[in-house]
């Protein structure tokens, strides 16, 4: 069995212009970035005969799913990206290249700025990663959101699985992860 995983084609929707910004523009800025149109590009699917197409509800996956794959597309919550949130709510402000390396931390760490934990994110990955076995028999294309790939390449190395290291996964590529 296969399992290929895409990240979603490349956000339009860049950084804040301002260096410095308050929690409420950080906000504002992703709000921004999930209602962001994508730059559609080709996508090498590696020549695999792919029989289902599991894809997150957030509208960047769900377009990037419906140019890249022609059947039925299943979509589900457990897909979504990580969600963020500032780990302060005062109206001070920081470096916005601090945001997503404060962020992670508070999230890695548990920390109540943050609403679902990396347990809660362990869990979801682990009951997709079982729908997806239970379901197929051959290859399944998963397009989902950078940040949960990399907990889905965990799971599924865990499983039995052998596939590339990710780092930070690149938009609109295709990581190849099978069954020994």
Same mark, same amino acid.
């Given at each position: 069995?296969?399992?290929?995983?895409?990240?979603?084609?490349?956000?339009? /929707?860049?950084?804040?212009?301002?260096?410095?910004?308050?929690?409420?523009?950080?906000?504002?800025?992703?709000?921004?970035?999930?209602?962001?149109?994508?730059?559609?590009?080709?996508?090498?699917?590696?020549?695999?005969?792919?029989?289902? &197409?599991?894809?997150?509800?957030?509208? /960047?996956?769900?377009?990037?799913?419906?140019?890249?794959?022609?059947?039925?597309?299943?979509?589900?919550?457990?897909?979504?990206?990580?969600?963020?949130?500032?780990?302060?709510?005062?109206?001070?402000k920081i470096?916005?290249?601090?945001?997503?390396? &404060?962020?992670?931390?508070?999230?890695?760490?548990?920390?109540?700025?943050?609403?679902?934990? /990396?347990?809660?994110?362990?869990?979801?990955?682990?009951?997709?990663?079982?729908?997806?076995l239970e379901?197929?028999?051959?290859?399944?294309?998963?397009?989902s959101h950078?940040?949960?790939?990399?907990?889905?390449?965990?799971?599924?190395?865990?499983?039995?699985?052998?596939?590339?290291?990710?780092? /930070?996964?690149?938009?609109?590529?295709?990581?190849?992860?099978?069954?020994?």
């Amino acid at each position: 069995m296969k399992i290929g995983l895409v990240r979603h084609f490349k956000v339009t /929707r860049g950084y804040p212009t301002a260096k410095w910004i308050t929690p409420t523009e950080f906000d504002q800025w992703m709000k921004e970035y999930e209602e962001s149109d994508v730059e559609e590009t080709e996508v090498d699917l590696g020549g695999e005969d792919w029989q289902k &197409c599991y894809v997150s509800t957030v509208r /960047r996956a769900a377009y990037t799913a419906e140019k890249i794959y022609q059947g039925e597309l299943i979509k589900t919550e457990d897909l979504r990206e990580i969600p963020v949130y500032p780990f302060f709510k005062r109206n001070i402000k920081i470096p916005m290249i601090l945001y997503p390396l &404060c962020i992670r931390t508070a999230w890695f760490f548990n920390h109540k700025s943050q609403l679902e934990r /990396r347990t809660d994110v362990e869990m979801r990955v682990s009951k997709i990663i079982d729908r997806i076995l239970e379901e197929n028999e051959e290859n399944a294309l998963v397009v989902s959101h950078g940040a949960l790939m990399m907990f889905m390449r965990k799971e599924l190395i865990r499983r039995g699985f052998t596939g590339p290291k990710l780092g /930070r996964p690149e938009n609109a590529k295709l990581y190849l992860f099978e069954k020994v």
